[in-house]
């Protein structure tokens, strides 16, 4: 499986941007999709992930009630709509795939990662 995150960008506090997830390769229309973040100097940590049919959702309390992912099979991409952006919100943004139907927060669920792309959110 293959993965390109993209859509990342400058926005001012308050703001929102939309990050895509495209996957080739093997499909991945069976199996979780998560996003994850890792700001400089920190550790990648968990932001949300979303189950195979997209019936299930999970979030870091982080980003609860501020963003919202979602998903559509025909077109193996995975969003991460995100509004009333942080500065803390500055991160590389990844998306990856899970191994399973159903995924956790842990980063080793999830041995398929694309390339990360930049979120920065000025004060």
């Known amino acids: 499986v293959q993965l390109q995150a993209f859509g990342g960008g400058l926005v001012q506090a308050g703001g929102s941007l939309r990050l895509s997830c495209a996957a080739s390769?093997?499909?991945?229309?069976?199996?979780?999709m998560g996003w994850f973040r890792q700001a400089p100097g920190k550790e990648r940590e968990f932001v949300a992930a979303?189950?195979?049919?997209?019936?299930?959702?999970i979030y870091a309390d982080s980003v609860k009630g501020r963003f919202t992912i979602s998903r559509d099979n025909a077109k193996n991409t995975v969003w991460l709509q995100m509004s009333s952006l942080k500065p803390e919100d500055t991160a590389v943004y990844y998306c990856?795939?899970?191994?399973?139907?159903?995924?956790?927060?842990?980063?080793?669920?999830?041995?398929?990662w694309g390339q990360g792309t930049l979120v920065t959110v000025s004060s």
């Open positions: 979303i189950s195979w049919s997209g019936g299930t959702t």
């Open positions: 990856a795939v899970a191994l399973s139907a159903y995924s956790g927060t842990y980063s080793r669920e999830y041995p398929y």
């Open positions: 390769g093997r499909t991945s229309s069976n199996n979780a």
